[in-house]
């Protein structure tokens, strides 16, 4: 050999020359029971955990799609027939409908949210989801949008699309029913209203959603001054909220909200939530006690069978009441231990069998690497 190849050679080391003892783990079904019985504790605890925290959250759910309008009173005075507020706005389309539900509820600490919710509501088809203008939204253009149904309208429709055409346009007033003496000593029954905020409730897109940059000295409506509302609105986009002129536009945070398509029938949306700031009856949350909800009906549900609910309610540290999580950390418990149990049977069984297998496999890989003189051993 020579002295070239010498110096060549690599250092008979085991990393060098590859002989680094390796293990082979006995994987048979006993060497698996003690996995599935700890994935069985862990998922067990995380459902607890979940469970424990859905039922420290109050929350209670009224339906009003079948409300009463405040005109039925006055119709059954007059013996003519009661009108339902969904039979009111099928009559006169576009129009508000006055009704209100009187509710008890116990106390709910605080914070506390309102929120609406829809049933056999599909916001998940297709044309519905597309039908909406990115451009629009990101204030880059007020033209005629990519989802205009209609190319000879004089004026734009801002924001256009079934999406934003559709959004839920129902507001409510919550009142608490309180007695009190007036000035003269007499006991007297009051209704207190409750403050609801209606801002700080969605996600922050600032690139997706943004107002139109608005000239100096100018308001936002100067800038919508050439387009015109979607047809089911009642307000145009820069009178979304009157109270806050920061929440309006594209910016506005109910409008946000409703633009998050769900994809299940059944959904929530957050509304706002109840102002504790410096008030004797909100400071600490909800008093026990009856309240009047006072409600602005104007959405059409009834006519695809839908429900529209009313959701009061505070929260936990996992957000608020869902015992959908609970469920599926539980049902993975019960499944990782029924097969924990059914592996301890089949070693009980079948236990020396599978050893005897291997131990016969690592046998012949032994010799085979004698007779095939490679370097490596299975030890």
Not at 218 to 231: E, G, H, S
Not at 325 to 340: D, E, K, P
Not at 342 to 370: A, C, E, I, M, P
């Amino acid at each position: 050999m020579s002295d070239i190849s010498l110096r060549r050679r690599p250092r008979d080391s085991y990393f060098l020359q590859q002989t680094f003892r390796t293990h082979y783990p006995l994987m048979t079904v006993g060497s698996w029971i003690p996995i599935f019985r700890l994935l069985a504790i862990v998922y067990m605890i995380l459902g607890l955990i979940c469970f424990y925290q859905n039922m420290t959250v109050t929350e209670y759910k009224f339906e009003y799609t079948d409300c009463l309008s405040e005109s039925a009173i006055e119709s059954k005075k007059n013996n003519t027939n009661i009108l339902y507020c969904k039979d009111e706005i099928d009559k006169n389309p576009g129009h508000i409908c006055h009704c209100q539900i009187s509710v008890y509820m116990s106390s709910i600490p605080k914070n506390v949210y309102v929120y609406y919710g829809l049933e056999f509501y599909y916001q998940n088809y297709l044309p519905y989801v597309d039908s909406v203008d990115n451009f629009q939204l990101c204030g880059l253009r007020l033209t005629r949008g990519e989802c205009s149904s209609n190319d000879n309208e004089t004026l734009p429709t801002v924001p256009c699309g079934m999406i934003a055409n559709s959004m839920f346009n129902d507001t409510f007033v919550l009142k608490k029913r309180i007695l009190a003496r007036d000035q003269s000593g007499h006991t007297k029954r009051y209704l207190f209203p409750i403050s609801i905020i209606r801002k700080n409730i969605s996600w922050k897109f600032p690139e997706r959603y943004r107002n139109p940059t608005v000239p100096k000295n100018q308001t936002l409506k100067y800038v919508f001054r050439n387009t015109k509302k979607p047809a089911n609105w009642h307000k145009p986009i820069y009178e979304l909220d009157l109270d806050d002129p920061t929440n309006n536009g594209f910016e506005n945070e109910p409008f946000i909200n409703w633009m998050q398509i769900s994809p299940f029938s059944s959904l929530r949306k957050a509304y706002g939530y109840i102002d504790h700031s410096d008030n004797s009856f909100t400071s600490t949350g909800l008093q026990d006690g009856y309240y009047l909800l006072q409600i602005n009906y104007s959405y059409p549900v009834h006519r695809f069978n839908g429900k529209k609910y009313i959701i009061i309610s505070n929260t936990s540290s996992f957000g608020g009441k869902n015992y959908f999580l609970s469920y599926i950390f539980l049902i993975t418990s019960i499944l990782n231990s029924i097969i924990a149990i059914l592996f301890y049977y089949l070693d009980k069984k079948y236990g020396k069998v599978s050893t005897q297998v291997y131990d016969y496999l690592y046998y012949n890989y032994q010799q085979d690497d004698r007779l095939s003189g490679k370097r490596y051993s299975r030890q």
